[in-house]
């Protein structure tokens, strides 16, 4: 199921997340294949699987716990899918090389909310270091004064209110004309206030490219897991995967 939310246009660099590569394309970017697709992808865009001691199978989605995982770089509907079909462990059995598998239950829907809390989490830290910007005056001043990096709304936001702060974002950046616009997040403004630490805010303005970056790394992968086929994707992820200097394709680590 293909998801409704748009793109952001914010001028970073983005990648298609399980776009074909070789080994030798770039070096600089660790490249891991989806157990699933067989499709190959930046580490940083697909989700780490890690098998426990005892067989059981959970999302490791800052793929730092130990021992053994596995990639997978599918949408939460598809992932559902393979889950209750069978396939997923069948496969997992064949990469782990065991047959003690236990897949923990709504494998799917418990990255989904690991996702949704990375971004939230994200998103109220980069609010306490002040580098966001909240109410729609504040927003439409900086915006025009082409200080927003990155644009957000929440998904109760009304159409009349979003097209306004857009349209400051245009002014801003040159680009009336351009259709550029913000992001319409997948969560609503009281999941907004409570991860910012305030009430009714509807509209977010990043106004640091850094912080822009790191919100968008958490966010291009949360909208791509939901299935949406124009998530973006950001800079920040490719750039801290090129320090890693892994050319490994696999699926398994």
Known sequence: MK?????????????TPLQ?????????????????????GERAALIRLALGPDGSVAPDLFAKAPGRGAWIGVDHAELSKAQAKGKLAGLLRRAFKTDKIEIIDDLAGRIDRGLEKAFLD?????????????????????????QVRLLLHASDASADGSGKRDQAWRVGEDAEGSGKGG???????????????RQNAVHVALIDQKAADRVMHHLGRWLNFKGCSKAPLDSASNASDARGRDTDISAID
């Open 3 to 15: 998801s409704s939310w748009p793109r952001a246009h914010i001028g970073l660099k983005r990648r």
């Open 122 to 146: 994200r998103l109220g830290l980069e609010a306490r270091a002040g580098h966001l910007i909240l109410g729609a005056e504040k927003i439409d001043t900086a915006s025009r004064s082409g």
């Open 183 to 197: 992001v319409k997040l997948p969560v609503d403004r009281d999941a907004l206030s409570a991860a910012l630490g």
């Open 20 to 40: 074909r590569k070789t080994p030798n394309e770039d070096r600089h970017s660790p490249i891991r294949k989806c157990i699933l697709s067989g499709e190959h």
